[in-house]
């Protein structure tokens, strides 16, 4: 069955980094479009960062800049660098997948908190 299972999450100061993987199985992972979302207390969820397989990347306008996000087809894996982090920028950080016709899948998530 497919899986999606995020790591790296933690606590970070402001300003400081976290990179979050995401290990994938069951799917065939280079056809589909990877990506990540974040839900913050009280919010709804909302796209981060999101890479088609094609390799094209698309970022949320509060993350540009700032965040990166890799894959790695032989891996399986699809990474989220995250730069210069912000107090905002705490949330659980879910990994998702998705290709037309076939379906979307999610992760169970990580959490991220900025914080001193």
């Known amino acids: 069955q497919v899986q999606l299972v995020e790591s790296g999450g933690g606590l970070v100061q402001p300003g400081g980094s976290l990179r979050l993987s995401c290990s994938t199985s069951g799917f065939i992972f280079s056809i589909n479009h990877m990506g990540w979302y974040r839900q913050a207390p009280g919010k709804e969820r909302e796209l981060v960062a999101r890479?088609?397989?094609?390799?094209?990347?698309n970022y949320a306008d509060s993350v540009k800049g700032r965040f990166t996000i890799y894959r790695d087809n032989a891996k399986k894996t699809v990474d989220l660098q995250m730069n210069s982090l912000k107090p905002e920028d705490t949330a659980v950080y879910y990994c998702y997948t998705n290709r037309p016709g076939w379906g979307e899948y999610w992760g169970q998530g990580t959490q991220v908190t900025v914080s001193s």
């Open positions: 890479i088609t397989s094609g390799g094209s990347t």
